[in-house]
């Protein structure tokens, strides 16, 4: 099982940005397709993000079109989540996820998560 590690949370004013990490070990980082979701209080885990293996291919929620970016570079083993034009909505905890497929993955694909990431958008 892949291991993943996150970082590049915190709290941005709305229209601003930030761009999350997440660091991967364990089984071979290229054979996974990847993804970002995200939980705020109170709601269930969305969907936010995914990416194939070779990072030629990627899906977004329609409540992120647009403004985020999901990017991976494989030499390095870590996946990004460029989140641009940032609103209170989308405050949450952001989770990294690993599925053992090359394409684009669906949620039961995914068995590897990361601990997870705060994301605040606030004035």
């Known amino acids: 099982q892949v291991q993943l590690v996150e970082s590049g949370g915190g709290l941005v004013q709305p229209g601003g940005s930030l761009r999350l990490s997440c660091a991967a070990s364990?089984?071979?980082?290229?054979?996974?397709?990847m993804g970002w979701f995200r939980q705020a209080p109170g709601k269930e885990r969305e969907f936010v993000a995914a990416?194939?293996?070779?990072?030629?291919?990627?899906s977004y929620a329609d409540s992120v079109k647009g403004r985020f970016t999901i990017s991976r570079d494989n030499a390095k083993n870590t996946v990004y989540l460029q989140m641009n034009s940032l609103k209170p909505e989308d405050t949450a905890v952001y989770y990294c996820?690993?599925?053992?497929?090359?394409?684009?993955?669906?949620?039961?694909?995914?068995?590897?998560w990361g601990q997870g990431t705060q994301v605040t958008v606030s004035s």
């Open positions: 990416i194939n293996w070779s990072g030629t291919s990627t």
């Open positions: 364990g089984r071979t980082f290229r054979r996974n397709a």
């Open positions: 996820a690993a599925a053992p497929t090359l394409g684009i993955a669906t949620r039961p694909n995914y068995d590897a």
